[in-house]
């Protein structure tokens, strides 16, 4: 274990077409990496988390918490990166912080902005300005644009993976002392997939 001054919070994200990470250290970024794939996330994750710490010169040991983003987004991709935080933080015995996308990107976004989320079909998960950790709502660029206009704000839809670890790790860096639920992926809508139209077999004893 090498001997820190400060708390070294590691965090990531998978919820869209990238992989990113953070390291950060009191309020020091020590490192951050940003690769952008429309697959192969899971089996990028875990080496490029590795290779974070090796080259910060730190060890698993010496994490005191994780950050991971929990979504909305690419519903595979959330589950990846929400499952390898639960698994870390119960093997290291630290804790685990959840921090949605619309959290996330409320920390990036300037004053007098209002963030959302873009979703295909010229939709968005508009994130709500004054509780940027309630679920988001799905509705029309348009009218999200409307809305943000009603209130006197400047809609923000991006999604870009820029910054975006740095920021789950900065909000985590503020709660992991306090006991938090679990990270959940937060999915906006149902995952694309239906159940199946046939009738399952009869089980016989």
């Not at 820190?4 to 020091?28: E, Y």
């Not at 963030?115 to 009218?143: K, T």
């Amino acid at each position: 274990m090498t001997l820190l001054p400060n708390p070294l919070i590691l965090a990531f994200d998978t919820s869209g077409k990238w992989c990113v990470a953070a390291l950060l250290s009191g309020t020091r970024v020590l490192a951050e990496q940003v690769e952008e794939m429309t697959k192969g996330q899971a089996e990028r994750l875990m080496p490029m988390l590795t290779e974070m710490l090796d080259g910060a010169g730190v060890t698993w040991a010496d994490l005191a918490a994780i950050g991971v983003g929990t979504g909305p987004g690419n519903f595979t991709g959330i589950r990846i990166a929400v499952s390898a935080a639960r698994g870390l933080a119960l093997g290291l015995n630290i804790p685990a912080i959840g921090i949605t996308a619309c959290e996330a990107r409320a920390f990036q976004a300037p004053s007098g902005a209002c963030s959302a989320i873009p979703a295909p079909r010229d939709m968005v998960y508009l994130c709500r300005h004054e509780a940027p950790n309630a679920p988001p709502e799905l509705m029309p660029h348009g009218q999200a644009q409307a809305f943000a206009a009603g209130k006197g704000l400047s809609l923000i839809a991006e999604n870009s993976p820029q910054g975006l670890a740095e920021a789950i790790a900065r909000i985590a860096a503020k709660r992991w002392q306090v006991p938090q639920p679990a990270p959940a992926p937060l999915y906006a809508r149902a995952a694309d997939a239906a159940p199946s139209r046939h009738t399952a077999p009869t089980m016989l004893d």
